[in-house]
């Protein structure tokens, strides 16, 4: 659903419970364009406000009651029981979703993605703990599918984020990866520097089944990942920007950027 001619895209940012990325976020979809809010979880669930407010919705990243019962469970539960409807509705309107980290959690527990034979709040995926066995807090590299219809992730080739995650291992059966891979919904896979596909630690930090960092929906307006676009909206965030500005190869923008920015373009 296109904003109207000359109004800047509205962007739900939901906040609360222990989620902790809403500043960083806002900032993120501010800085190319959009209106931002920023909304505690019991404003949606007592409605004060209401999803059809937004054209986008981000669930961000955290830890959404304390990863109890496991990363994003509570926290899509009390979605899924309260605000069903309405986020049907959202999604069959047009709309965008984005699930960063624990929202990435979060959507697979809510069944948004890969939502295969349009199974919505069906759950067909899930993130679990590392492979390493602890909390990762580093850089990757990611590797984009040019093939997948993402709508996020259009046009890009190789990007660096940050990480921060303790339940980053995507998993799903064999029969949901198998046709996850045939409708390219597999948009960022963890790589190397070169952009070859990591299979190992550390490039790949979690042990994903076939290196995944994040994924889509079949119509490509729901998006989530495990690494961090919000935390790298300028050079500066990263971690070698001396050397690159020493050597006249500073960006103007973070990688993250580009992520948000073609979310409210489409949308405009």
């Known amino acids: 659903m296109?904003?109207?001619?000359?109004?800047?895209?509205?962007?739900?940012?939901?906040?609360?419970?222990?989620?902790?990325?809403?500043?960083?976020?806002?900032?993120?979809?501010?800085?190319?364009g959009a209106a931002p809010e920023k909304v505690h979880l019991n404003d949606l669930l007592n409605g004060n406000r209401k999803l059809d407010e937004f054209q986008i919705l981000a669930f961000i990243g955290g830890f959404s009651f304390g990863d109890h019962l496991g990363s994003g469970t509570v926290?899509?539960?009390r979605v899924k029981a309260s605000l069903r409807k309405d986020l049907e509705k959202f999604v069959a309107a047009g709309k965008l979703v984005i699930?960063?980290?624990?929202?990435?959690?979060?959507?697979?527990?809510?069944?948004?993605?890969?939502?295969?034979?349009?199974?919505?709040?069906?759950?067909?995926?899930a993130l679990t703990h590392n492979d390493c066995g602890s909390f990762r807090d580093d850089w990757v590299y990611l590797k984009g599918n040019p093939a997948s219809p993402c709508i996020f992730t259009k046009g890009i080739d190789l990007i660096r984020?940050?990480?921060?995650?303790?339940?980053?291992?995507?998993?799903?059966?064999?029969?949901?990866?198998?046709?996850?891979?045939?409708?390219?919904?597999?948009?960022?896979?963890?790589?190397?520097?070169?952009?070859?596909?990591?299979?190992?630690?550390?490039?790949?930090?979690?042990?994903?089944?076939?290196?995944?960092?994040?994924?889509?929906d079949p119509t490509g307006r729901?998006?989530?990942?495990?690494?961090?676009?919000?935390?790298?909206?300028?050079?500066?965030?990263?971690?070698d920007w001396q050397k690159r500005q020493i050597a006249g190869e500073l960006p103007k923008d973070g990688d993250g950027v580009a992520i948000f920015r073609n979310a409210v373009n489409f949308l405009k």
Do not use: W
């Open 99 to 125: 699930g960063i980290c624990n929202g990435f959690q979060t959507i697979t527990r809510l069944g948004l993605v890969p939502c295969l034979d349009e199974k919505i709040f069906e759950q067909q995926a």
């Open 222 to 239: 729901i998006f989530g990942l495990m690494p961090h676009p919000e935390a790298f909206l300028s050079p500066f965030n990263a971690p």
């Open 75 to 77: 926290f899509a539960n």
């Open 161 to 216: 984020l940050p990480i921060r995650h303790g339940e980053g291992k995507f998993v799903a059966s064999d029969s949901v990866i198998a046709e996850m891979e045939k409708l390219n919904l597999v948009t960022l896979r963890y790589s190397d520097a070169e952009g070859t596909i990591a299979t190992s630690f550390p490039a790949n930090p979690n042990g994903s089944i076939n290196s995944i960092a994040g994924i889509c």
């Open 2 to 32: 296109a904003a109207k001619k000359n109004a800047k895209v509205k962007v739900l940012v939901i906040t609360g419970f222990g989620l902790n990325c809403e500043n960083e976020t806002a900032a993120a979809f501010e800085y190319v």
